[in-house]
């Protein structure tokens, strides 16, 4: 069953601690991409990559970093430099120069900072 | 870059009503409008799509216009039902780029 995995669903967070959310995709896509959803605010590009071992900073890059080591992996870690980390997170990939077609979304990782 | 506005933010109808949602974008060079669906607690789902080469396309109840001149395009709901009920998101895409811009969203709450 092809798809995108998000995990954890849930996380809590303490200040000044780093988080990582994982994020795995079986479509063969080479784009992948990290969003932040806030209320209001739509959906916020924070990374992107488009081939293995790139990568390129979004429109809300401060605060996180990624790697692209696999095809199908592409992690976010949420450091202790992110001032107000709490949010909903999106993974989603699409395929490699399509600026066209559609974009397919994880279920998401709510993160909370205690 | 690009950039997206969406209006409105909110939107309440009643059941069997029409709804409509409206985004502008500031890039004429942009060929790819898709409109995404999220429901509560779930991840947003491609509904509609249109490329600048057409100005309507149509899927059953859901409608998507395409006005290039004035850089605007918009989402038609008819015959709305309670499970129409969530955040929708506009996007356009400028060639070559593989990135969408979104806009940020209207919620729409269909009552019985």
């Known amino acids: 069953d092809g798809g995108i995995t998000q995990s954890p669903k849930y996380l809590f967070r303490k200040e000044g601690q780093n988080v990582t959310l994982s994020c795995e995709q079986n479509?063969?896509?080479?784009?992948m991409y990290w969003y932040r959803q806030d209320p209001g605010q739509g959906l916020r590009l924070i990374y992107y990559?488009?081939?293995?071992?790139?990568?390129q900073k979004g429109d809300i890059a401060e605060g996180y970093s990624v790697s692209r080591e696999k095809k199908e992996s592409f992690p976010l870690t949420v450091t202790s430099a992110q001032k107000n980390p709490t949010a909903f997170y999106l993974c989603?990939?699409?395929?490699?120069?399509?600026?066209?077609?559609?974009?397919?979304f994880g279920e998401g990782s709510r993160l909370t900072v205690l | 870059g690009e950039n997206v506005e969406q209006h409105p933010s909110t939107l309440s109808v009643q059941e069997g009503d029409s709804a409509v949602i409206k985004c502008t974008y500031s890039?004429?060079?942009?060929?790819?409008f898709p409109w995404y669906k999220q429901e509560l607690g779930k991840r947003p789902q491609l509904i509609i799509d249109?490329?600048?080469?057409?100005g309507e396309k149509k899927d059953q109840r859901i409608a998507v216009t395409l006005n290039k001149t004035a850089k605007h395009f918009s989402l038609h709901i008819t015959e709305t039902q309670p499970e129409d009920s969530a955040v929708y998101f506009c996007?356009?895409?400028?060639?070559?780029?593989?990135?969408?811009?979104f806009g940020k969203g209207t919620m729409l709450l269909v009552s019985p």
């Open positions: 996007a356009a895409n400028l060639p070559g780029y593989s990135t969408l811009t």
């Open positions: 479509l063969n896509h080479d784009a």
């Open positions: 990559s488009q081939i293995v071992n790139d990568f």
């Open positions: 249109i490329r600048s080469n057409v």
């Open positions: 989603a990939s699409r395929p490699q120069g399509a600026s066209t077609g559609e974009l397919f």
């Open positions: 890039d004429s060079a942009s060929n790819y």
